[in-house]
């Protein structure tokens, strides 16, 4: 069964840090760009960073520039979003998502899978 597993998420006071992981089962991931997304609530699911497959070339949105990170343990066969100096801004539920494509995973129009998601809050 192929499927994405997020973990990692759950309250943080603002400044601190979470880093998400995402499992991947059911196949490998090595082959595959990989994405991070959110959705707040009342709004869209917004992309935050992607990655192609060799980490070569990786992009973020700029309000997170700086302060995330994307990285993958192909051994793991896992994905990880470091999240540092977080922001209330930045509470939402967070989706992990793979494509054959960069930057195509970017936009989370052709994903191949999606995680389940997971919560991420941030307040004092």
């Known amino acids: 069964q192929v499927q994405l597993v997020e973990s990692g998420g759950g309250l943080v006071q603002p400044g601190g840090s979470l880093r998400l992981s995402c499992a991947a089962s059911?196949?490998?991931?090595?082959?595959?760009?990989i994405g991070w997304f959110r959705q707040a609530p009342g709004k869209e699911r917004e992309g935050v960073s992607c990655?192609?497959?060799?980490?070569?070339?990786?992009w973020y949105t700029d309000s997170v520039q700086g302060r995330f990170t994307i990285s993958r343990d192909n051994a793991k066969n896992t994905v990880y979003l470091q999240m540092n100096s977080l922001k209330p801004e930045d509470k939402a539920v967070y989706y992990c998502a793979t494509d054959l494509f960069f930057p195509a995973v970017c936009l989370g129009v052709t994903v191949d899978y999606w995680g389940q998601g997971i919560q991420v809050t941030v307040s004092s």
């Open positions: 990655s192609d497959s060799d980490e070569g070339s990786t």
């Open positions: 059911g196949f490998t991931l090595d082959s595959y760009a």
